[in-house]
């Protein structure tokens, strides 16, 4: 079992940065993938990044590619989102989600795992 907590989020003009962190429980943190999802307002939940278990490879969408950057910290079971040059497009609830076999990174039913979300709000 994993429990993921989500902190970070807030409210911040366009073009600034924020920093979203996800803490882990777990003893397999090291065993997981760790991705980010985001869901705005009557839209799907839709991928942003993932990083592996070893934290060698990352992957995002083109959307935020260039912008955001993921990294774990496995001793403290940690993740991060760093996102910088944020636009409002980027307003949506962020999810930390952890999964042992990820079939498909970009679908959310891969992961196993989900936080509770925190709002990120971008203003124009």
């Known amino acids: 079992q994993v429990q993921l907590i989500e902190s970070g989020g807030g409210l911040v003009q366009a073009g600034g940065s924020l920093r979203l962190s996800c803490a882990a429980s777990?003893?397999?943190?090291?065993?997981?993938?760790m991705g980010w999802f985001r869901q705005a307002p009557g839209k799907e939940r839709e991928f942003v990044a993932l990083i592996s278990g070893t934290g060698g490879s990352s992957y995002y969408d083109d959307s935020v590619k260039g912008r955001f950057t993921i990294s774990r910290g496995n001793a403290k079971r940690t993740v991060a989102l760093q996102m910088n040059s944020l636009k409002p497009e980027d307003t949506a609830v962020y999810y930390c989600a952890a999964g042992s076999t990820l079939y498909n990174r970009n679908d959310p039913r891969s992961y196993d795992y989900w936080g509770q979300g925190t709002q990120v709000t971008v203003a124009a």
């Open positions: 777990g003893r397999t943190f090291s065993s997981y993938g």
